[in-house]
DNA sequence: CTCAATTAAGACCAAATAGGTCTACTATTT
DNA sequence: AAATAGTAGACCTATTTGGTCTTAATTGAG
């Protein structure tokens, strides 16, 4: 339905939340959570995500937490929507694994999808956070 | 997911077809249906989710069918996805019922999803079909 | 060394959406 | 009248998404 799922949606307001912040500090998912005013579990499970997608650098143990593993300014509205739901298609056709059904509509597709990609390279965390 | 639906996407097949065609000519379900490869009772729901968003227009009855309402150079890929899957919006607060949380990534949001329209009102029927 | 704090991994279930088919009805042509 | 074709909408199934939970692994502090 053309919209990016909730998921994301967190992920982008986590993010931005910790980009407003020293770069150093460590932010674990408690304080994380009711700062955002997001139930624990899936503020657990994002960030998790986000770490596994390269976005976050996670320190286990007491006292652990997560921070940028960039700098705001580097990291691209398009990787964040990649981290979390895979790469951006916005049809079968324009993923890499395609569709049998090779159609006269397909190029236009991939034209929309490269232009989609375009405008979520060219927008950076630092963009979104403090405006 | 930034993807859009199964529906709307037969809806371009359909809509190219009949594009590439004579304009007068009356397209019925079932000669689409063959056409294209698509079962008919689903080619048929599309078309008429199709004449109920004003980009076909239905003539019923023996010898009816299905005509563009348009010309293809005036039929927008925006507006089609529109008349299938309502207003393009990116996230909840892109839509015109917007999100309670009123979150600071949301202006970004806006220039997105503004971006995503910009590219989809730039690209008619006529662009997408024999191309 | 032990304990508490904190992330990691993934199972799990419930809710929402999407995909698709079907039936009954209406309109038009012959 | 009969045949053809669209209209409306219910309906069920499959898939995806949202969210929570449990169990482990890791690290710092006392
Ligand atoms: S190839 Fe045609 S059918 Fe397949 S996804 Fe692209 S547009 Fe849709
Ligand atoms: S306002 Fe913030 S939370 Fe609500 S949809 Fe927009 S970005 Fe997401």
Chains 1, 2 share one sequence.
């Not at 150093?24 to 700062?35: P, Q, R, V, Y």
């Not at 994002?46 to 921070?67: C, D, F, M, W």
């Not at 079968?92 to 159609?103: A, I, V």
Request: with cysteine; aromatic share 4%; net charge negative.
């Amino acid at each position: 339905m053309l919209r990016i799922t909730k998921i994301t949606d967190y992920g982008f307001i986590l993010l931005a939340h910790m980009a407003n912040q020293d770069k150093e500090l460590l932010h674990n998912a408690k304080d994380l959570s009711a700062a955002i005013g997001i139930p624990l579990p899936t503020v657990s499970k994002v960030l998790k995500i986000l770490t596994q997608g390269g976005i976050l650098q996670s320190h286990q143990g007491s006292k652990g937490g997560y921070s940028l593993a960039k700098p705001a300014g580097e990291i691209t509205a398009a990787e964040i929507i990649e981290a979390v739901e895979g790469p951006v298609a916005i049809t079968d056709c324009s993923s890499s694994e395609g569709c049998e059904r090779n159609c006269v509509v397909s190029p236009s597709w991939q034209q929309v999808n490269t232009a989609v990609i375009g405008a979520l390279s060219g927008l950076t965390l630092a963009d979104m956070s403090n405006g």
